[in-house]
């Protein structure tokens, strides 16, 4: 090897943030190709005039530079003649594991809230108070929800109802909860707390039921809302998308073959008996089911953008973008595998839904139903359903998977894969994305691998700015991993 | 100078045939002993089995997670666990020793109140008609072939809304796809071993009381009024209408021990004890179209895929379920393409016996099977 080769780079970023941005005049640099990832990193401190130095990564045809310069343009194959596109990116930090709630049962569904979380917008009732801590959710298969401070401490459980599990659950507003599960019901929380934080006095709260939304034949699945909108959407294996209202002034009447108070005498007793504790909030109905799918609804959310518009997948392999006004259906997506979660990338316009084939792909909604993305996150080990965007990052996207890991994804780090682009995409392009960091279950030794992720599958993942990433599942805790820098 | 190899019909390499199981995907733990039949039900979200520690279990199929347990019986196995084919109801059916159970699994996602209101008018309706008959019927009664009761009300209590009792132990159950009619077959039980039973009747028939050699299995046709018997060494198909035998399949295998009808109605595949998979055309010939010969052990267990899939599967004794590609084609001149795809492993084979049941999931091609006390989901 040539020592004393150069090669001509433009270095380039995309980040947002106008602090590590190099001024236009920049041009072309001259470097040795004998240069790693260090070396740029200060070459790139040097332009910026930093004088606390900011560790960078190096992305160059999307993929990450590991080796030297020289080592990188042999291995694909690239001319040091022309003058390469070098983005530079904030170096990625490792996350490392803070704290793990445990559980009687397996749980579900997590959810946060803190003051860098977006359910702090209020909704119409304006019965969102200001948060001071964070506060973490769990919903688990013993059909129970709870709240837990950041540092593990049981702050409130919910009284059991019908003793089936809990699917989902998740903040309406710092004040208020929504759940729901096997028992086909989703219902409306209000959350209290009394105590004084940071005292010796232990802060406990309370969940009271305020509004049970009847409607759905079969399992709930999945929950998201829309806090200023008061709504909430639901997907069901019963195939359909349930649109809410939170406001028990604007729900219809429940369809009374659906209620409890259905069944006839003995059947109806039992289930009475069983809940004496529980006190039921009043009954509505939906304000409209949405249906198209012809399997299970496994994700519904509302487009981030445009309250208005929805999305959900199924496993009958589509993804159907809805108009919530209407409840007509704008479009449908047909994939080649049952889809068991939708999350949006807002800022990318991208969303990311899991397959039960073991990858995630990416779907561009604003285009031509014809052209599925090409798109794919490869690396998991079993099906994907659970899925969280980076707070206040485009790029950024953590997965929940049944092999037991969740996957940590930076999707400016994309190379073409042609052997993907038949087993995925019609008429995709093949690009595929592979995760940059792995949290595996703190609750087994990390080197032990589980056959199907037997007893340590992830079915639930938050990111929060404050809090971190939260995963939960089958090993039945809460876990919370941060990316604290060195 | 020509290649022979040239002139064979170009099979498609598997690779070109996907999507068919080729991973674990969920493990379901929670049976004592071993798990004897597993069926998955027709909205495609729950799995039943039964075992040897005579428990019914209903497991989630996305999660593994068990959803609801009842104890049948405490001496006897649950040999087969059959949902009945409907998803207007949620109806499983279950038999340990000589007896029957119906069950509406209170509490699982599926039961909604309506559910539960349909599935138990099903259930019932034959009281009404069984003691309308009694009253006008004033000549002394036979011996019935089966006592269908209503069990006591701790059981009722628990979902158990019906039980049947027949002579012999239950081995088999086949429903029709309408889900009124379900045949049962005890292969020991003499002329008693075959039974048709009529759900909206409380009615027991036995329409084969001289069957040559000793039945295995049964099922109804997917379209037509014609009905499969496998003694152990043939098949022999009834048209029920005109009460009449139609054709005698010879597969060549010594024991028979199970059958399944392709969704056409035209092909059949037969699983055998001395290790055999054979494809019957029954346009072409009372002998097998291919024989398969991959399996060290019994084969317990074959099953078509049913939501349109051409893939079909065994289970074996040696602990493997294998996977095929199986075509067939309407025209009349084109034979079914048959290409063996996967062999799934990890089953332990305990006491020498491997694996007992499979089924596939109603729309996915995903494959469930099982022996020891966990049984496997397998995803594409
Ligand atoms: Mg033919």
């Given at each position: 090897m040539d020592k004393t080769a150069q090669i001509r780079i433009q270095l380039e970023s995309r980040d947002p943030d106008v602090t590590i941005k190099l001024p236009e005049n920049t041009g072309p640099i001259l470097v040795s190709t004998g240069l790693r990832r260090i070396a740029l990193s200060t070459l790139v401190n040097n332009l910026l005039e930093n004088e606390k130095p900011i560790p960078f990564e190096f992305l160059i045809n999307g993929q990450f530079l590991r080796t030297t310069i020289d080592e990188f343009l042999t291995a694909n194959g690239i001319s040091s003649e022309v003058t390469l596109s070098v983005e530079y990116v904030r170096a990625l930090i490792p996350p490392s594991h803070v704290v793990s709630f445990e559980h009687e049962d397996w749980i579900s569904a997590v959810d946060v809230v803190s003051q860098t979380s977006s359910v702090l917008l209020q909704d119409q009732d304006g019965t969102s108070s200001p948060i001071k801590d964070p506060r973490i959710l769990s919903a688990s298969y013993d059909g129970l929800i709870r709240m837990w401070s950041k540092s593990s401490d049981l702050l409130a459980v919910s009284k059991p109802t019908s003793g089936q599990p809990i699917n989902a659950a998740c903040f309406l507003t710092t004040s208020k909860i929504v759940s729901a599960g096997s028992d086909r019901v989703v219902r409306v929380w209000k959350y209290e707390e009394n105590g004084v934080t940071g005292g010796s006095m232990q802060v406990s709260g309370t969940f009271t039921p305020i509004l049970d939304l009847y409607g759905h034949r079969s399992s709930v699945d999945s929950i998201s809302v829309h806090a200023p909108s008061s709504r909430i959407l639901s997907g069901s294996s019963d195939h359909t998308v349930g649109l809410w209202s939170t406001r028990k002034s604007e729900g219809p009447q429940p369809p009374d073959s659906l209620l409890p108070s259905a069944l006839p005498g003995a059947a109806k007793r039992r289930k009475l008996e069983q809940s004496a504790a529980f006190q039921p909030g009043p009954q509505r109905g939906p304000l409209s089911l949405l249906k198209r799918h012809t399997g299970p609804v496994s994700g519904a959310i509302f487009s981030a953008k445009d309250s208005t518009v929805g999305y959900s997948t199924s496993w009958d392999q589509t993804l159907v973008t809805w108009d919530l006004v209407t409840g007509a259906e704008v479009s449908t997506r047909r994939l080649l595998n049952p889809l068991l979660c939708v999350t949006e990338m807002p800022d990318l316009g991208l969303l990311a839904t899991g397959t039960s084939a073991r990858h995630i792909a990416m779907i561009d909604p604003r285009v031509d139903v014809r052209d599925v993305t090409g798109l794919t996150l490869r690396g998991h080990a079993g099906a994907i359903v659970s899925a969280a965007a980076e707070p206040e990052k485009p790029w950024g996207l953590v997965s929940a998977s049944h092999d037991g890991t969740c996957r940590i994804w930076d999707l400016r780090s994309v190379r073409m894969d042609g052997k993907s682009a038949s087993g995925l995409a019609v008429g995709g392009t093949g690009q595929v994305c592979e995760s940059v960091y792995v949290i595996r279950r703190e609750s087994i030794a990390n080197d032990e691998r589980k056959v199907a992720g037997d007893g340590i599958k992830v079915f639930s993942v938050f990111w929060d700015k404050e809090v971190g990433i939260g995963s939960a599942g089958e090993d039945k805790r809460v876990q919370i991993d941060q990316m604290v820098p060195r | 100078n020509i290649d022979p190899e040239s002139l064979l019909p170009k099979l498609p390499s598997p690779d070109e045939l996907r999507p068919f199981p080729t991973t674990c995907a969920t493990l379901f733990r929670g049976h004592e002993g071993k798990v004897r039949s597993v069926s998955v039900d027709a909205t495609g979200t729950l799995l039943?089995?039964?075992?040897?520690?005579?428990?019914?279990?209903?497991?989630?199929?996305?999660?593994?997670?068990?959803?609801?347990?009842?104890?049948?019986?405490?001496?006897?196995?649950?040999?087969?666990?059959?949902?009945?084919?409907?998803?207007?109801?949620?109806?499983?059916?279950?038999?340990?020793?000589?007896?029957?159970?119906?069950?509406?699994?209170?509490?699982?996602?599926?039961?909604?109140?309506?559910?539960?209101?349909?599935?138990?008018?099903?259930?019932?309706?034959?009281?009404?008609?069984?003691?309308?008959?009694?009253?006008?019927?004033?000549?002394?009664?036979?011996?019935?072939?089966?006592?269908?009761?209503?069990?006591?009300?701790?059981?009722?209590?628990?979902?158990?809304?019906?039980?049947?009792?027949?002579?012999?132990?239950?081995?088999?159950?086949?429903?029709?796809?309408?889900?009124?009619?379900?045949?049962?077959?005890s292969p020991k039980g003499q002329s008693h071993a075959v039974a048709i039973h009529t759900l909206s009747k409380h009615l027991t028939q036995l329409p084969f009381r001289k069957l040559k050699g000793l039945p295995q299995t049964a099922q109804f046709h997917p379209s037509k009024p014609i009905f499969f018997v496998a003694t152990q060494r043939s098949v022999r198909s009834y048209d029920l209408a005109k009460q009449e035998l139609v054709k005698i399949l010879k597969p060549g295998a010594r024991w028979i021990s199970s059958i399944d009808i392709h969704a056409g109605g035209d092909n059949v595949i037969i699983g055998s004890y001395d290790r055999r998979l054979l494809w019957h055309d029954l346009d072409l010939s009372v002998r097998p179209y291919k024989t398969l010969r991959y399996h060290d052990k019994a084969i317990r267990a074959v099953k078509y895929h049913h939501g349109g899939f051409p893939l079909f599967a065994d289970a074996s004794d040696d602990g493997t379920v294998q996977i095929f590609h199986g075509k067939v084609v309407d025209d009349l001149m084109e034979n079914a393409t048959i290409v063996p795809l996967k062999v799934l492993k990890g089953h332990a084979v305990k006491g020498a016996l491997g694996v007992l049941d499979l089924d596939w999931h109603p729309k996915h091609p995903c494959s469930l099977s099982e022996n020891s006390s966990v049984h496997k989901h397998y995803a594409p």
């Open positions: - | 039943a089995s039964g075992g040897d520690d005579g428990t019914v279990r209903i497991w989630d199929i996305l999660t593994g997670r068990n959803v609801w347990t009842k104890k049948l019986s405490s001496e006897e196995a649950v040999d087969v666990v059959r949902w009945r084919p409907s998803t207007d109801t949620c109806i499983l059916s279950a038999a340990a020793g000589e007896t029957i159970f119906f069950i509406i699994p209170q509490g699982v996602h599926t039961v909604n109140p309506e559910i539960e209101i349909a599935s138990r008018a099903i259930l019932d309706a034959g009281f009404g008609y069984e003691a309308q008959r009694a009253a006008s019927n004033s000549e002394p009664r036979k011996e019935p072939a089966a006592t269908w009761s209503r069990p006591l009300s701790k059981l009722v209590d628990n979902g158990i809304m019906l039980t049947i009792t027949v002579r012999a132990p239950v081995k088999v159950i086949s429903w029709h796809r309408r889900g009124d009619y379900f045949a049962t077959v």
